[in-house]
């Protein structure tokens, strides 16, 4: 069992910052594949940005990439998600998850934490 707790978010203005932070306890998060995904509202959950175990591969939405970056640490079972230029169309929730293997379902969820970008 992981337990996942995001933290970082609040209230930007277009064009700012905002760095999410996705702490992870339990059973080591290193073992996991871990992911994050957002949901406006009135919307479908939406896959956001997902980073391997080791760090070598990571993959954005397209309508992120370039503005938007993954990381982790896993010696601090923690991942991250680096937002830059942010537009009023990222206004979401935000949840990071957990899955054990790539090309599974994600098997763990966090609570989510509210990103409000104003124009």
């Known amino acids: 069992q992981v337990q996942l707790v995001e933290s970082g978010g609040g209230l930007v203005q277009a064009g700012g910052s905002l760095r999410l932070s996705c702490a992870a306890s339990g059973r080591t998060g290193s073992n996991y594949h871990m992911g994050w995904f957002r949901q406006a509202p009135g919307k479908e959950r939406e896959f956001v940005a997902s980073?391997?175990?080791?760090?070598?591969?990571?993959s954005y939405a397209d309508s992120v990439k370039g503005r938007f970056t993954i990381s982790r640490d896993n010696a601090k079972n923690t991942v991250y998600l680096q937002m830059n230029t942010l537009k009023p169309e990222d206004t979401a929730v935000y949840y990071c998850a957990a899955r054990r293997m790539v090309g599974t379902p994600y098997d763990f969820w966090g609570q989510g934490t509210q990103v409000t970008v104003s124009s």
């Open positions: 980073i391997s175990r080791n760090s070598i591969t990571t």
